[in-house]
C-alpha cells in the first residue's frame, strides 16, 4: 500500500519552486535499534544535523517524517514548541512510523504556519480549513474537504460539527486550488493527491502529496475504492490519514 512515491523526499524537491507552501528543510536519517533493542534511535551526528538546521525556523515549527507526522498525536510528535523538544519528537516519529509499518527515511522541518483553525481534536490538534485534491496524468478530476465527521475525536468545541461545515464549505478557492493543483501536475504521471490548508491571513498552502491510490478518497465516481463497504471505508479513513 506504501509506495517510495509517498516519501516527502521524492515529491517536495520537485514541487520546491511552486506554489505556496511552508519553508522546508529535509534531512535524510538512519533509524536503527539501540544496542538494547528496546528503542530507536538515530546517530548522533544526524541529530545535530537536525538540531542545526532547526535554527533557520522560528519555534514553534512543524516536523514530520517522510510519510507521517503522527498528527492525531499532535502535542507529542509534530508541533514542536522549542529545540529541546526535537529529539524526543524525532523518536517519537521514527516509532509512530514503525508502529504503522511505514518508513522514517527523513525528518523535515517545517514553518509553523497559523493556519484557519476552527477548533481541535484527538491530542490538541487543529482543525482546519484543508481541501484534498486529485489529480491524474496532471488534470484535476475531484477535490474534496479533508475532514470529514467521521474522522474526528475528542472535539473541544460542543458546535464542532456545525463549525466542521463552515470549515469544509467549497467556495471561491476552487478556481484557485484547481490551477495550483494542475501546475503541481505538471511534475507528476498518474494518479496523486494534493492537500491545501488555508492559513489566518486567507493564503492557501500546498502541505502534503500522495499517490492517489494510498490517500483518502471520499464516495465518489472518481474513487477506485467506491464500492468498498463501510466498514472498509473506515478502515481506509483510519490508515489512509496517518500521513500528513
Not at 511552508?22 to 539501540?34: L, Q
Not at 514542536?80 to 504503522?100: P, T
Not at 500522495?210 to 465518489?220: D, N, R
Not at 477506485?224 to 472498509?232: A, R, S, T, V, Y
Request: charged residues 35%; aromatic residues 12%; hydrophobic residues 35%.
Amino acid at each position: 500500500m506504501w509506495e517510495k512515491e509517498n516519501r516527502m523526499e521524492y515529491w517536495y524537491p520537485r514541487i520546491s519552486n511552486l506554489v505556496p507552501k511552508p519553508k522546508t528543510k529535509i534531512i535524510m536519517i538512519n533509524p536503527d535499534w539501540t544496542s538494547d533493542g528496546n528503542n530507536m534511535t538515530i546517530p548522533e551526528k544526524e541529530f545535530k544535523e537536525i538540531e542545526e538546521a532547526s535554527k533557520e525556523f522560528k519555534f514553534p515549527l512543524f516536523m514530520r517524517g517522510s510519510e507521517t507526522s503522527g498528527k492525531h498525536d499532535w502535542k507529542d510528535t509534530c508541533f514542536v514548541k522549542d529545540l529541546s523538544e526535537i529529539r524526543r519528537k524525532v523518536i517519537a516519529l521514527i516509532e509512530d512510523a514503525l508502529l504503522k509499518d511505514i518508513g522514517c527515511n527523513s525528518i523535515a522541518l517545517r514553518e509553523f504556519i497559523e493556519m484557519d483553525t476552527g477548533f481541535y481534536a484527538f491530542r490538541e490538534m487543529p482543525v482546519n480549513s484543508e481541501r484534498r485534491y486529485f489529480i491524474r496524468d496532471g488534470k484535476v478530476i475531484c477535490h474534496h474537504p479533508y475532514w470529514i465527521e467521521d474522522a474526528i475525536r475528542k472535539p473541544s468545541a460542543d458546535n464542532w460539527k456545525e463549525i466542521l461545515k463552515g470549515l469544509n464549505t467549497e467556495t471561491e478557492e476552487i478556481k484557485l486550488l484547481t490551477e495550483y493543483s494542475e501546475e503541481v501536475g505538471k511534475n507528476f504521471d498518474g494518479f496523486w493527491s494534493i492537500d491545501f490548508c488555508k492559513s489566518k491571513e486567507d493564503v492557501w498552502y500546498c502541505i502534503d502529496m500522495a499517490v492517489g491510490t494510498a490517500s483518502w478518497h471520499p464516495k465518489c465516481p472518481n474513487n477506485p475504492n467506491q464500492d468498498l463497504d463501510k466498514k472498509e471505508v473506515n478502515e481506509e479513513i483510519k490508515y489512509s490519514r496517518f500521513r500528513k
